[in-house]
């Protein structure tokens, strides 16, 4: 996990090798430290002045530099509160005040009596104009999710990493194949093009692991991109000129558990930094995995240990429990967040297994990321059908026992689970779209369902296309009502072009197979278009027509939403806003029908005309409408 210069990190990282004098004093964004006797490494590895929460925790990483008294050598407008010893040997906590301090480099020294033993210096940086009053991810955005090692490989000569442990192999499914940050990087023209507003990337921070590395959520280090995928740098670069094209990036971000590669597993920073480290330290074989009973922390009738296997067992073998209620972890996780959110500028969080983290805890990192971004959003991944479950975690929510989030958003996977059964299912008067209907009538639980992000796939989930049984037709139902929604949209790169998985079971490496084009060798090119088959092009061309609809459809974006009961295999639903109306008719079945516009008055009123968005043919809604075929139909209406 050491740091090179062709590899540099972010002005403000401070780490010294003892092995070797290949020292980062050379790289021009690290800062210089004289080290004596030790490997220092101090995180978070820069900050900024004027940031609304004045105190700062310095976590301090270096051999035998529990008994040094700190000082503050040179620094205008600091104050040193006072720092915190925990059993380690190894580890300090240095408590900052930054309230009175402006833009400089600091420089402190750990001391033995009178003796100077180590210094380093600390950059306080000057924030981007407008930072705190950044525009979190909204209605108005379309959020595609990318697997970057699986997307497009932009820079074959990171494949491979001296210091990484897995090397590149594109013919295993489970392993690395190349993709990274400039891959998306040259993909953003097609993005816009595409109609995509924000874009979710699965995690890019090191996953120095020995296998299944790609994935990305076994952090081996918090604070670095994994090289194989780029440099802190460059994940800079990214999201500064994909904010050129008008899209935004949101970071996909774990507090519940770490790698098992991270370097705190041979030297933790408190005696309480994992759950079951005790057990963990004397037999690393004695591991307690969590139950995966996610409800049990919100019922009120669970016993605790039911709660407690749950929260605080380990993810995996390889996924480390965190325990936030340390809270030397507790402040190192929240300051975490706010650092890449400030560091990269960054328009959302997603965050992995909300509910397995410690629930006080969430509540606290959840309140300071949005006191110090009030425009920000968070959403979090609690995967539950059960809307009352997923409804406990959203901010607003007045929930029986008192719990309080700040997270706005959470993933809608009660309403994802019921689309894609809707549509498969032979309709009944008891099942099909009426379960559909029912689900999005409880929205009445929630604090604000409109803020809920709706997907019709990711990274977890077998493929849209041949979940639909490759039925083109029920796959645009699917597309359609995921992006016309009262939601937020979620899309997962390569639905677009009908991408396919096995539908039993989970095949993580079939659902996140690459994408057409991300490399040289590929004989299918989705952005040039070359090789894409007849379904392919249909798919994409109706995607791309309804996203870019819907960046200036104000109906979608805010307007109100009605539906109506289904009744012979229709269903339809409306979106209003100002002079604009929507009509959008899912129709299953097979055969041509005549559909009796009458029931739509409340939504038709005395629009006369509609257009469809698609294939813009223009209908009459002054007489039954025909309905060739089994498919969805989205009318603009015209009076």
Not at 104 to 127: A, P
Not at 606 to 634: E, F, R, W
Request: hydrophobic share 35%.
């Amino acid at each position: 996990m050491s740091s090179h210069c062709s590899h540099p990190t972010p002005l403000g990282q401070h780490r010294i090798s003892k092995l070797a004098s290949r020292l980062l004093l050379g790289c021009a964004l690290s800062v210089s430290a004289m080290s004596v006797n030790a490997a220092l490494n101090v995180e978070p590895m820069s900050w900024w002045a004027g940031m609304q929460q004045p105190k700062l925790q310095l976590l301090i990483a270096g051999d035998n530099i529990r008994d040094t008294q700190v000082k503050l050598i040179k620094a205008q407008g600091v104050t040193l509160n006072s720092v915190d010893k925990t059993d380690s040997n190894d580890h300090l906590f240095i408590n900052l005040d930054l309230s009175q301090a402006k833009p400089q480099r600091l420089t402190l020294g750990l001391y033995k009596g009178e003796q100077l033993v180590e210094q380093f210096d600390y950059v306080l940086q000057t924030r981007q104009k407008g930072s705190r009053d950044r525009q979190g991810f909204s209605n108005k955005d379309v959020i595609y999710l990318i697997t970057p090692d699986r997307f497009v490989n932009g820079n074959p000569d990171n494949d491979n990493h001296p210091d990484m442990l897995e090397k590149a192999d594109r013919s295993f499914d489970g392993g690395r194949h190349g993709g990274d940050i400039m891959g998306i990087r040259k993909a953003l023209p097609y993005l816009h093009d595409l109609g995509v507003t924000q874009l979710w990337i699965n995690p890019l921070l090191e996953n120095n692991q020995q296998k299944y590395s790609y994935h990305g959520y076994s952090t081996t280090d918090f604070y670095n991109i994994d090289p194989r995928f780029g440099s802190n740098q460059e994940y800079q670069a990214l999201v500064e000129e994909a904010q050129t094209f008008g899209i935004g990036i949101i970071q996909d971000v774990v507090v519940n558990h770490m790698g098992s590669g991270h370097k705190w597993m041979s030297s933790m920073p408190s005696n309480t930094w994992i759950n079951g480290q005790s057990r963990w330290v004397n037999d690393p074989t004695d591991v307690s995995y969590s139950s995966h009973r996610r409800t049990t922390v919100q019922d009120p009738y669970s016993v605790n240990a039911d709660t407690v296997d749950f929260s605080d067992g380990w993810f995996d073998v390889t996924m480390p429990d965190l325990n936030q209620r340390d809270p030397h972890m507790a402040t190192y996780l929240i300051q975490n967040s706010i650092w890449w959110v400030e560091y990269a500028g960054l328009s959302g969080i997603r965050e992995d297994t909300y509910s397995y983290a410690d629930k006080d805890f969430l509540t606290a990192w959840s309140k300071a990321i949005m006191d110090e971004y009030p425009h920000f959003n968070i959403v979090g991944e609690e995967w539950s059908s059960n809307p009352v479950t997923v409804s406990y975690w959203q901010a607003g929510k007045k929930n029986a026992d008192g719990y309080q989030s700040f997270a706005p958003s959470m993933m809608d996977f009660p309403l994802y689970d019921t689309l894609i059964a809707s549509l498969t299912k032979e309709e009944d008067w008891g099942a099909g779209f009426i379960d559909l209907y029912q689900m999005l009538a409880n929205d009445v639980v929630y604090a604000n369902p409109s803020q809920l992000v709706l997907f019709e796939g990711n990274h977890d989930t077998n493929r849209i296309y041949s979940l639909m049984k490759n039925d083109i037709e029920l796959y645009k139902m699917a597309m359609a009502y995921v992006l016309t929604s009262n939601r937020i949209p979620q899309i997962f790169y390569g639905s677009e072009i009908v991408m396919q998985s096995p539908t039993e079971d989970r095949n993580d490496g079939a659902v996140r197979a690459d994408f057409p084009g991300g490399w040289p060798q590929d004989s299918v090119n989705v952005f040039t278009g070359k090789g894409l088959n007849a379904q392919q092009t249909e798919a994409l061309t109706f995607v791309r027509t309804l996203l870019n609809y819907r960046k200036n459809s104000l109906a979608i974006q805010q307007g109100k939403l009605q539906h109506f009961v289904p009744k012979d295999g229709v269903y339809v639903q409306s979106r209003h806003q100002g002079d604009e109306t929507l009509l959008i008719i899912y129709n299953k079945n097979s055969h041509a029908i005549e559909l009796d516009l009458q029931r739509f008055k409340p939504a038709i009123n005395d629009n006369t005309a509609g257009v469809d968005i698609i294939n813009k043919q223009t209908y009459s809604l002054s007489k039954p409408l025909t309905l060739s075929n089994k498919g969805v139909t989205i009318l603009k209406l015209n009076r």
